[in-house]
């Protein structure tokens, strides 16, 4: 609804990410920004023993897209679990409503191949132009300026990281996919590519589209 309810999406990725039972002290930021950076920063400090690694993640008004990988048996799923109950709870505490959040299961596919692996970054951080120029969808993008300026001012995915803007950094785990991806520079390059030349045809399949 507003940027405290993303701030404190952000942080239950954070937080629920850890085979220990979930900080549930944690309330609505009040000067949300300089509170969540500085949670982050102290958060970091402590030792966590991950359910997951967080490759990528984007969120939108209502759905999130994450690349994950688990960490220990039924990792993602208790992952998973823990952030639709814990953001759930908040959400309902602050609106004061009842019942589920989010519609439904989530969705999940497993990657099986490299080439669709190497799709899937770029889709998860482009996602937010579905808000300015939907049409980036079907290889009709009419302003590429536009989209870019759009995606390196979006704060509500890993997008920043990955092009060296630090923004949530302690969220991700990135070596593996900059390893397979390259650094900022050739990470920048190849999704601007990405995003003029690729039909999603091609990886309907593993989009959940």
Known sequence: MDEKDHFRFIHDLFEFNDQAPANTTFHIFRKYDVIARRKFE???????????EIHAFCLMPNHFHLLL??????????FVKKLDMG?????NERYKRRGALFEGRYKSIPIQNEPHFLHIPYYIHL???????PEWRNCQLKD???????LENYRWSSHLDYIGKKNFPSVTQREFLTE??????????NLKQWLRSTNLEDIRDVILE
């Open 69 to 78: 990988t688990s960490k220990v048996e039924n990792g993602i799923s208790k």
């Open 180 to 189: 397979c991806l390259g650094g900022p520079e050739e990470y920048e390059r």
């Open 87 to 91: 953001y759930a709870r908040y959400f």
């Open 42 to 52: 102290i958060a970091e400090k402590k030792p966590r023993k991950l359910l997951v």
């Open 127 to 133: 996602n937010p132009l579905d808000l300015v120029c």
């Open 144 to 150: 590429f300026e536009k989209a870019i300026n759009f």
